[in-house]
């Protein structure tokens, strides 16, 4: 069976992402659950760092937090895959079984946020799919000018909207060009620089 498709539309162009149930069951589900209700539309790409990742899907033009609809999921992060470049993956408090609806894609190879050990400082943050298109739009996200917004730190100056998120359904022609990808396998992880973290 194919992965799900989904298409997030954003003022700054579309991102088309490939997701990974059998890596990471619930965290995907949640996704698509979210993504059918249609919560992720008009929120934003609130919180944007150069050389690390794009945040959004939580809160709303005026920077308010939009209430989730689900409730936690299980962190997945030790099932296997990689927070690589390109990859989507759910945001989250300190806890590490805080994830809701929040997620960022990260733009560079960010192996401190993977997996390491089942506690608070070693869980990780679960990636559960791949930008598959629209990789441009991600970094030309991720170039725009931030600056504070009340007390958010990193908000682009001009606003990045999430005007809709939807699945996609494969057409016969896209079946037949290429297969279903698989996820990456996790690599080793280097020293970490010191960075910021994604925050739900």
């Not at 899907?57 to 299980?74: L, Y």
Request: proline share 8%.
């Amino acid at each position: 069976m194919a992965n799900p498709l989904v298409v997030l539309q954003t003022s700054a162009g579309n991102i088309e992402l490939e997701l990974f149930p059998e890596a990471a069951p619930e965290t995907v589900a949640n996704f698509l659950k979210t993504v059918d209700s249609g919560f992720y539309s008009d929120t934003i790409f609130h919180r944007v760092i150069k050389g690390f990742m794009i945040q959004g899907g939580g809160m709303t033009a005026d920077m308010r937090e939009k209430k989730a609809p689900n409730p936690p999921v299980p962190n997945e992060a030790g099932t296997g895959l990689s927070n690589d470049r390109g990859t989507i993956a759910m945001a989250r408090t300190m806890d590490p079984h805080s994830a809701t609806v929040q997620f960022f894609i990260n733009t560079v190879r960010n192996y401190r946020l993977n997996h390491s050990a089942p506690t608070a400082q070693g869980y990780g943050y679960c990636a559960f799919g791949k930008v598959t298109e629209g990789m441009d739009v991600v970094d030309a996200i991720e170039n725009a000018a931030t600056g504070p917004s009340g007390m958010h730190d990193d908000v682009p100056l001009e606003m990045v909207r999430i005007i809709s998120a939807a699945r996609k359904t494969k057409s016969k022609k896209d079946k037949a060009a290429k297969p279903a990808a698989k996820p990456a396998a996790k690599a080793a992880k280097p020293a970490a620089k010191k960075a910021a973290s994604p925050k739900g």
